[in-house]
């Protein structure tokens, strides 16, 4: 096994006063220190100020207009100098304060290249309650083609991968992260891992189940990520994918709540931060929820 990565974690933003303070902290109190980029679109709700005031003292924040969520992302990417990278938005905390050290260990594997875990959708106003779970399974590459993917919020990367395959593809709107681990899963093959745990907590929501017209939009963009990649999906491949999600809405997740421990951030304010390591289009900064 090699040594211990680095991890950044880029953060992004707009008018999120409710839920910064939750998605900050818990970057705040892993036990393995993260860099932490949070890029926020210009919030006129404060957020930026909650993010200086609960945040990483270390933590890099950008407040500035910007062309949506998968234009903050990547700037955020072109601020990250880890040598893994994974993605918390807004809305989004860490269960527990073991998650990156998680993601570190599997890391210590010299080929692997990406990794990513379970995730569990929680009640905006009532996060102990879950409304959906996502458990991942280990990654094939046949599963694309059946209407499956991983949890993206959950999805780590190498910083090298980024720099070799490039970041997100702001033509394909709400399916910028669909196309990503396409490019990266199915086109280039990455070496990609499983962590058999939940790994981010999301509250509902989300710019793609906003409409049904929404939902068409992202059904036609997430064909097109199979065009521009040079990929040939099956004749229910894209189709498959909502009904894939059905069994998540059943499945109401670990019973014994290990996915909400008692050192989570809600819990306990008082404990100590890991030690620091070395929009005008009118969109709002909450990801489509897969």
Known sequence: MGKTPAISIVSVTLNAASTIRDCVESVKYQTQPAQHIIIDGHSR?????????????????????????YDAMNKGLSLATGDVVGTLNSDDFYPHSRVLSLVAKAFEDPELEACYGDLIYVDRKNVERIVRYWKARPFEKRLFYQGWMPPHSTFFVRRSVYEKHGGFNLDLGSAADYELMLRFLVRHEVRVGYIPEVLVIMRMGGVSNVSIRNRIQAHRLCREAWKINGLKPKPWTVSARPLSKLGQYLSRGPRSRPWLDDDWLGRNRDCQPAPASGHPDGTSHVPEKN
């Open 45 to 69: 709700d404060g957020t930026p100020d909650l993010a200086r005031k609960y945040a990483l003292p270390s933590a890099t924040i950008v407040s500035e207009p910007d062309k949506g969520l």
